[in-house]
C-alpha cells in the first residue's frame, strides 16, 4: 500500500512541506524508519532527532519546517500520526462469534445482545453482561458480577464474585479483581484471615492493565472512578477509593483503605502506605514513597515524598557533600594547623619566661 505525501496531509488535515508527490508505503518511528516510510517529530525542541533519520518524510507541529526533508504539518502530531499508521496497518478486527459451545455459562447468567463469549471462559451464576461486551478465552466471571455494556475481559483475567464494572471498560489479561484484601488479626499465635465481605466496583471507561490487581474491600467496596486507567503490574489494596480519572502507572503499589482525589497521577513504582488521601491534581512522581496525606494539586517525588522542590534542593545539596566532605577536610587540617603553631608558641612564651627568671634569680 501506497500514497503520496499530498493524499496522506488530506487525510489528516494537514499541510504539505517539500515534495507532495513523494511516494510513501509505510511509517514508523524515528529509531526505525525507512526510506520510504513517514515519520514524526511531536516537539520543535526534538527536531536534532532527525539527524541520520532514514525517513522520507516527517509529521511535525504546524509552523515547523524541517530542513532537507519533506513534511506534513500539522496540530496534533500524534492524532495525526496514528491515523497515518492505522491507514498503512490497519488494526485487525475480529468477528463476532458469539457463545461458543466450549465455554460454561451458568444457566442463571444474564447475557445482552451481541456478546461474545470466547472458549474455555467460565460465566458463573447471576451473572449479568451487557451488550456488545467481550469476554475473551481462559476468563473467569464469578457469581453475581455485573459487567457494563461494551465492556472488552481479555484473556485469563479473573472476576471474583459480586464484581461491578461499569460500561465500556477494558480489563487487560491476568487481571484480578475482587481477591481478598491482606489483612489478619493475631490470634492465639497465629494469623486469622479478616472479613472479606466487599468486593470491587469499577466505574465506566475504566482500564485495568495486565497482571494488576483490585483486592475487595473488608465490609464495603473497593472502587476505581470512572475513567481511571490502571497500568500494568499495578497493586490496589482492599478498601481503597481511587477518584475519576486517576492515572497509575506500572507497579504503583496502595495500601489499604487509601483514597485519591479525581485526576491524580501516580508514576511508575510509586507506593502508598495505607489510611492516606492524595488530593485532587496530585501528581506523584517515579518511586516516591508516600507516608502522608497529599495536599490538592501537590508535586511530590523522592523517599520519603516530600514537595518537588524541597526534594530537589535537598538532592542539589546532597551532590556536593563529596565536595563539602574534601573542604570539611581540609579545613581541620588547617585548624590543627593552627593549633599546633599555637601552642608551640605558647611553649616558647613559657620557656622564655622561665629563662628571664633564672637570670634575675642569678643576679640576685
Known amino acids: 500500500m501506497q500514497a503520496t ?10 499541510q504539505t512541506i517539500g515534495d507532495d508527490r513523494l511516494a510513501i508505503g509505510g511509517a514508523a518511528v524515528l529509531r526505525d524508519a525507512e526510506p520510504g516510510q513517514i515519520s ?21 507541529p504546524r ?14 502530531v500524534h492524532q495525526a500520526f496514528a491515523t497515518i499508521v492505522r491507514y498503512f496497518s490497519p488494526p485487525r478486527r475480529m468477528p463476532r462469534i458469539g457463545i461458543s459451545p466450549q465455554a460454561s455459562i451458568a444457566p442463571s447468567a444474564r447475557l445482552g445482545e451481541n456478546v461474545d463469549v470466547h472458549p474455555f471462559a467460565v460465566i458463573g451464576p447471576d451473572v449479568t453482561i451487557g451488550a456488545n461486551s467481550t469476554i475473551h478465552s481462559g476468563v473467569h466471571v464469578m457469581a453475581g458480577s455485573r459487567i ?78 470512572e ?30 483503605s487509601t483514597t485519591t482525589g479525581d485526576y491524580v ?36 517525588i523522592g523517599i520519603p515524598a516530600t514537595p518537588e522542590r524541597e526534594q530537589k534542593i535537598k538532592q542539589a ?13 581540609q579545613l581541620q587540617r588547617a585548624v590543627d594547623e593552627l593549633v599546633k603553631q599555637s601552642t608551640d608558641s605558647g611553649n616558647l612564651s613559657v620557656k622564655s619566661d622561665d629563662e628571664e627568671s633564672d637570670h634575675r634569680r642569678a643576679v640576685a
Open 5 to 14: 505525501l499530498a493524499e496522506l496531509a488530506a487525510l489528516v488535515g494537514g
Open 40 to 60: 514524526l517529530v511531536d516537539q520543535i525542541e526534538k527536531s536534532y532527532l532527525l539527524e541520520g533519520c532514514q525517513a522520507s518524510a516527517v509529521v511535525v
Open 63 to 76: 509552523g515547523y519546517a524541517p530542513e532537507g526533508m519533506s513534511a506534513i504539518q500539522v496540530d496534533d
Open 148 to 225: 457494563g455494556a461494551g465492556t472488552t475481559i481479555f484473556p485469563n483475567a479473573v472476576l471474583y464474585e459480586n464484581t461491578i464494572v461499569g460500561p465500556r471498560c477494558l480489563i487487560h489479561a491476568g487481571a484480578v479483581l475482587g481477591a481478598y484484601g491482606f489483612g489478619y488479626g493475631f490470634v492465639e499465635g497465629r494469623h486469622v484471615l479478616s472479613a472479606q465481605l466487599g468486593n470491587v466496583v469499577l466505574g465506566a471507561d475504566v482500564e485495568i492493565g495486565a497482571c494488576s490487581t483490585i483486592d475487595r474491600g473488608t465490609y464495603g467496596p473497593t472502587t476505581i472512578g
Open 227 to 256: 475513567g481511571t486507567k490502571i497500568d500494568d503490574l499495578v497493586m490496589v489494596a482492599h478498601n481503597c477509593r481511587v477518584g475519576r480519572h486517576n492515572m497509575l502507572c506500572s507497579q504503583v503499589g496502595i495500601a489499604g
Open 265 to 300: 497521577v501516580m508514576a511508575g513504582q510509586v507506593g502508598v502506605r495505607d489510611h492516606v488521601h492524595i488530593g485532587e491534581r496530585a501528581v506523584l512522581g517515579a518511586m516516591a514513597g508516600v507516608t502522608n496525606d497529599v495536599p490538592d494539586g501537590a508535586r511530590m
Open 317 to 329: 545539596a546532597l551532590s556536593k557533600l563529596p565536595e563539602m566532605r574534601r573542604q570539611l577536610k
